[in-house]
């Protein structure tokens, strides 16, 4: 051991490649792990707890109508859901109208959409700006209305406050009673922000004088249970509309599962790439350690001729070079995850990525290098052992 | 007297290639407790390799090798680590001291080996050899802070911390100054005195004759052994060299 402190720059230098290593692997992961993550929180953003609920394609006579053109969807269907799904925390019917606002001299296509007040925390929205419309409004079908912040923007200009004003919708007046946050465009490219919030009671009554709803948006507990949530809501729903078990369902049920495994299996690839990348450094870093070790040896054969000749035994002189070389590596290895996270916080603030360290990828480059300080050290400690001790006495 | 050394009728052949080299054929010989031997001989006359034996680094071909009752012709090579580490004590010709290690650790190296001799006991015990071979002010100096015939001291000390048997020295004073030599050879005198048995093995015929018996080596037998008569005391020789003199 005191023979690394005796060679300080040289174990430094040589621990350097396995530093180099490790700290690449730690932070390949990290920007790995952090994109992935960042994904997730995109897509439940956009509601990873969503379920949807959307009427089946209309079917007379083996002609088949296109998506969700049955008008089967009921109030009673969302206070079904409620009732009896408990993997469901939120549902909220929906209903659409596309139409011009008018305020003033200005006016701007957008989407009217009515809802309940569990809206925003199904969409994981919020109100910058005035309320939210309450439950005496929805039950009375009152005129009140909630603005993104496009419709804003277009109606009223950059900045200013529309709560208090009175706009048109399809020649409707609705008071304006809040603003809502920003969200910028979605995955798809939608602007998230260019819709009018309304009570869908209001909707259905005074805009499109219809009875049914358009679709079903339920949240579920957490991410992991909207496969329950969607599998009961199957059967809440079938038993609503009095489907018999032979028949089809007359609703489809969609969640973003699929569109997250899609995502995730990306960033996973792209972290394994990552990963390896590194991996291939950290290797290099393990033949460096093998090949100072060899010289080491060489260097030292007169040494360990007399260590055996005082009495060690070739596993005592294994031992210490392998001591030696696990000390390295391992001493390398917390340098290195140390140097890791220390960048991994570098480049994520200043290149403004999400970069998330997990403890498991530390834990495993630890481990790693363990393995690499035993497999890399142990041929030149097998050879030091394996020496004569005549011959190593006399070496020149 | 106790044999301490016994050799019967050893020889040791080494195969270079195709070719047999008989290093020794045929060696009969004794040393007992308290004996000051001296091996000597040219190059090539199988001084060296009958060290080897005497020091367990290498087996005999055929023939036996009975060290303190113990004969090693069956013992497996981690058994032959023990026995040096507790029966032999190593002096080199150079030196061989672990560089950048300083003396009291050098010496504690045979401890090291030895699972029986705790932390405290092995210093306690690395001092006192230091001590005796009157380096107890040089403890901390590292081998490249002491002069040639220091670091052979601190090499002695190394080989007396186990309190082995027999010390073997190969070529001891071969790469020191003829006063130096002595003064190694005064020390090796001192621990005679004091009982220790001792093996030898220089070319110097003046060097031998500090010793009390010469075993003359020649072409892998023994040519020649005799009681010395005329026995240098080292101290008094030393006292002769005027200082200056090297």
Known sequence: MNALLRNKLRAF????????????????????????????????????????????SQQRGGV????????????????????????????????????QAVFGALNWPTSLYGENESYLQIRERSVTNGRMFTDRELSSAAKVCLMGQTVVKNLFGEGADPVGQVIRFKKIPFLVIGVLDSKGLNTFGQDQDDLILAPYTTVQKRVLAITWVQSIYTSAVDSKSTADAATQIEETVRRQHKIKASDQDDFTIRNQTELLSTFSSVSNI?????????????????????????????????????????????????????????????????????????????????????????????ILSFAVCTVIGVFFGW????????????DALRYE | MKKLIEIIKLKKDYYVGEVTVHALRGVDMVVNEGEFVAIMGASGSGKSTMLNIIGCLDKPTEGEYILDGISI????????????NQKLGFVFQTYNLL??????????????????????????????ALESVGLSDRMHHKPNQLSGGQQQRVAIARSLVNDPVVILADEATGNLDTRT?????????????????????????????????????????????????????ALEMLASIPLEAD
């Open chain 2, 99 to 128: 560089p950048r290690t300083n003396a009291l650790d050098n010496v504690e190296l045979p401890l090291l080996y030895n699972k029986t001799v705790k932390t405290k006991e092995r210093i306690e015990r690395a001092k006192s």
């Open chain 1, 64 to 99: 088949q109508f296109g998506a969700s053109t049955m008008q089967s969807l009921k109030e009673t269907d969302v206070a079904a859901i409620l009732s009896d799904c408990p993997a469901v925390l939120a549902a909220s019917p929906e209903v659409r109208g596309n139409g």
């Open chain 1, 13 to 56: 230098l040589t621990m350097l490649g396995i530093i180099i290593g490790v700290a690449s692997v730690i932070a390949m992961l990290g920007i790995g792990q952090g994109s992935k993550l960042s994904i997730q929180q995109q897509i439940a953003g956009m509601g990873l707890n969503l379920v949807t609920v959307v009427p089946g």
């Open chain 2, 181 to 233: 030599s002595y003064e190694i050879m005064a020390l090796f005198q001192e621990l005679n005195n004091k009982g220790k048995t001792i093996v030898f093995v220089t070319h110097e015929p003046d060097i031998a004759r500090c010793a009390t018996r010469n075993i003359i080596f020649k072409d892998g037998v023994i040519l020649r052994e005799s009681e010395v008569k005329d026995r240098i005391n």
């Open chain 1, 270 to 362: 792209l972290t394994i790439l990552l990963g390896a990348i590194a991996g291939i450094s950290l290797l290099v870093g393990g033949i460096g350690i093998m090949n100072i070790m060899y010289v080491s040896v060489t260097e030292r054969t007169r040494e360990i001729g007399l260590r055996m000749a005082i009495g060690g035994k070739g596993f005592d002189i294994l031992l210490q070079f392998l001591t030696e070389s696990i000390l390295l590596s391992i001493t390398g290895g917390i340098i290195g995850i140390l140097l890791g996270i220390a960048a991994s916080k570098i480049i994520g603030s200043t290149m403004g990525w999400p970069i998330v360290v997990l403890p498991s990828s530390e």
């Open chain 2, 73 to 84: 012709s069956s013992l497996s090579k981690n058994d032959l680590s023990g026995l040096r």
């Open chain 1, 379 to 390: 041929y030149p400690a097998r050879k030091a052992a394996s020496l004569d001790p005549i």
